[in-house]
């Protein structure tokens, strides 16, 4: 092949890539829509399971190209320069890890003047200033903790402070799981007294306290709590250990009257108290019609470890179409308390999450007479392991230059060529001149 037929060849890449990354754009202004309506929202645990499960990305792929989509919705600029073919999206994809619309048109700039290697080079730079800014402003928040605890003239005590974000949202929780608790308390307390009739008016009459109040209230069992537990936050499974009491029948069906009750007191559906049974690392305590204890199940339904070590061998991870979780509990497909049994067939390995959809969000799983697992959603339709194929046209190459010229595009072999002219490019002084808070250090 000759030189002039090579240049010619390689102009037509060229002009070729550039229609491919205006495609590109539209096919991320989709996934943006598709996202923010969450059409992927019927099973999958998000867009990019979605995209792996139905065009066949890899995961590392599908989350680049959702989060790039969702990026690419506040930064106009660069999306317009990907629809109009002139930037790749391998510098769309790394300008948008660091731009803001403030910095924007900067990088606009860089994307345009170097190859992708460059601004790979400067997007890296980029973040580390943004990190370093990012560790003082951490470093000054984690220095500024505080919190001071005195009393005031008339023997009150009060309390002012300011915690580490994760610190506060810590406290937050337990705030509210102790108010829950109170308020828990309070109407199981008015209940009983209502039931015997005796204090039941004066009870009711007291006035429900602020929230305010409620904080307060719930900050003292705090205290309480921990000192009672010799502030022992104990391991993470037995942070978590849920204890279900549940009447028997509803375990079986849960269209039977009775209740499920967590330790605490609070209510959970009927759904929620098989999930937690299904696969038992948890103590559930069943009950006859009154109230006496039938069965204490965590001994007698746990999976036995090597059942477990063989449902992981054969399931590899979760179930569900397009998941693929590694770690999963043991779903029993016909529940113990219907009578079905502890055995390899009819476990089948699932997420936390998709457990939940089987549970309570009514997706449906059955194992077919072969031993494959069929998934539906709650209206019956088939969710199947791989998608069927899509009708592609013979030659969707030339259905994307004529939506592309449709579009008003009028690409050749330069419209994507950088402006870098060969000088070695010093990412140091670039970050410099280009970073707003580089120059400020
Ligand atoms: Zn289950
Ligand atoms: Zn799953």
Redesign the pocket.
């Known amino acids: 092949m000759g030189l002039r037929e090579l240049d010619r060849l390689g102009d037509e890449i060229a002009v070729l890539s550039a229609h491919l990354e205006a495609a590109t754009a539209r096919l991320l202004a989709l996934i943006r829509r598709f996202d923010a309506e969450g059409g992927w929202n019927n099973g999958f645990r998000s867009c990019a399971h979605w995209l792996c499960w139905r065009v066949g990305l890899d995961l590392g792929a599908a989350r680049e190209k959702v989060r790039v989509a969702r990026a690419l919705a506040h930064l106009p600029r660069l999306a317009d320069a990907l629809a109009r073919g002139e930037l790749s999206y391998a510098k769309v994809r790394a300008l948008t890890r660091v731009a803001t619309p403030d910095t924007e048109e900067r990088l606009l700039a860089v994307g345009r003047a170097g190859t992708a290697e460059h601004v790979e080079r400067i997007v890296r730079g980029w973040r580390l200033v943004d990190r370093k800014a990012e560790a003082r402003d951490a470093a000054r928040r984690h220095a500024g903790r505080a919190l001071h605890v005195y009393q005031d003239g008339d023997g009150m005590v009060r309390v002012r402070g300011r915690l580490a974000p994760e610190v506060g949202a810590l406290l937050m929780k337990a705030l509210d799981a102790a108010r829950e608790t109170l308020y828990q308390r309070g109407r199981l307390q008015k209940a009983a007294a209502g039931a015997d009739g005796e204090f039941g008016e004066e009870r009711v009459s007291e006035e429900t306290p602020t929230f305010e109040q409620q904080q307060a209230d719930a900050l003292a069992l705090l205290a309480e709590t921990a000192l009672h537990q010799g502030l022992d936050p104990g391991t993470p499974g037995e942070r978590y250990q849920v204890v279900v009491h549940v009447d028997a029948a509803v375990l079986a069906d849960p269209d039977q009257p009775g209740h499920s009750v967590l330790k605490d007191g609070v209510r959970v559906s009927a759904e929620t108290s098989?999930?937690l049974a299904?696969?038992a690392g948890r103590v559930v305590m069943r009950h006859d019609a009154d109230g006496q204890l039938l069965e204490i199940s965590a001994r007698t339904r746990t999976i036995p470890p090597a059942l477990r070590r063989a449902l992981q061998h054969r399931d590899r991870g979760c179930r569900f179409p397009g998941c693929g979780v590694r770690y999963g509990?043991g779903?029993?497909i016909r529940h113990w308390a219907q009578g079905g049994p502890t055995t390899l067939s009819n476990l089948a390995l699932?997420c936390r999450r998709h457990?939940r959809a089987?549970?309570e969000e009514r997706f449906q799983i059955q194992r077919q007479p072969d031993g494959e697992l069929q998934f539906r959603t709650p209206h019956g339709w088939l969710i199947p392991d791989v998608p069927p194929p899509v009708d592609v046209p013979d030659d969707p190459l030339q259905i994307i230059r004529a939506q592309n010229e449709a579009a008003g595009l009028r690409l050749n072999a330069h419209t994507a060529t950088p402006g870098w002219l060969g000088e070695r490019l010093d990412v140091g002084y670039a970050i410099d001149v280009l970073h707003p808070l580089a120059t400020t250090n």
């Open positions: 098989q999930r299904c696969d509990q779903h029993h699932l457990h089987v549970h």
